[in-house]
Nanobody, 114 residues
Framework: QVQLVESGGGLVQAGGSLRLSCAASGRISTFNSVGWHRQAPGKQRELVAGITAGGSINYADSVKGRFTISVDNAKNTLYLQMNSLKPEDTAVYYC????????WGQGTQVTVSS
């Protein structure tokens, strides 16, 4: 059983930055993949960024060049650095991990004001 706890969300003005963190209860280096998803009101949950065990990274087109995903294996923590935030980035952001099963965090709210 893996537990994921997100933190770092909040209210920020357009153009600002936030860094989300996701602390995992297991050895994150052994996971098949980890990533960040988001869900805006009235919309489906979508992948924002992901990292595979092999080190491949992918981003949603809407965040390329603005968001950076990274992992600190020593701290078993996943990060999402979000720069140049836009109002359309407003959503609940969820940490996700795949081992033999799929795990989700509880989510953290990010609100970007115009």
């Amino acid at each position: 059983q893996v537990q994921l706890v997100e933190s770092g969300g909040g209210l920020v003005q357009a153009g600002g930055s936030l860094r989300l963190s996701c602390a995992a209860s297991g050895r994150i280096s052994t996971f098949n993949s980890v990533g960040w998803h988001r869900q805006a009101p009235g919309k489906q949950r979508e992948l924002v960024a992901g990292i595979t065990a092999g080190g491949s990274i992918n981003y949603a087109d809407s965040v390329k060049g603005r968001f950076t995903i990274s992992v600190d294996n020593a701290k078993n923590t996943l990060y999402l650095q979000m720069n140049s935030l836009k109002p359309e980035d407003t959503a609940v952001y969820y940490c996700n991990a795949h081992t033999w099963n799929e795990y989700w965090g509880q989510g953290t709210q990010v609100t970007v004001s115009s």
